[in-house]
């Protein structure tokens, strides 16, 4: 069983900065390609962006790429979201989900097999 600890999410003004971190205490990290999805209230889950098992393919929202960078440690079994240039319409929960057969390609809920409990993301005008 795959379990999914993140941390990082908080308040902050639009223009500023977060970096969400997601573990896996687990030994199986390095296999599974890593996404982040967030919710808004009232809206569906919707993808943010997704990392290959190995780190070198990523993937983006076209609403969140340049502002937006995913990351991995496999050593530390940890996935990161830089979120820079933020704007109120990030507001949302954010989850990081663990994908056994997919890629940085993998957009869909459906394609995650293993999710986090979530972190909320406020971003104030």
């Known amino acids: 069983q795959v379990q999914l600890v993140e941390s990082g999410g908080g308040l902050v003004q639009a223009g500023g900065s977060l970096r969400l971190s997601c573990a896996e205490p687990?030994?199986?990290?390095?296999?599974?390609?890593m996404g982040w999805f967030r919710q808004a209230p009232g809206k569906e889950r919707e993808f943010v962006g997704a990392?290959?098992?190995?780190?070198?393919?990523?993937y983006y929202a076209d609403s969140v790429k340049g502002r937006f960078t995913i990351s991995r440690d496999n050593a530390k079994n940890t996935v990161y979201l830089q979120m820079n240039s933020l704007k109120p319409e990030d507001t949302a929960v954010y989850y990081c989900?663990?994908?056994?057969?997919?890629?940085?390609?993998?957009?869909?809920?459906?394609?995650?097999?293993?999710w986090g409990q979530g972190t909320q993301v406020t971003v104030s005008s």
């Open positions: 989900a663990a994908a056994a057969h997919g890629s940085s390609y993998s957009v869909t809920v459906d394609e995650y097999d293993y």
């Open positions: 990392i290959s098992w190995s780190g070198g393919s990523t």
């Open positions: 687990g030994r199986t990290f390095s296999s599974y390609a």
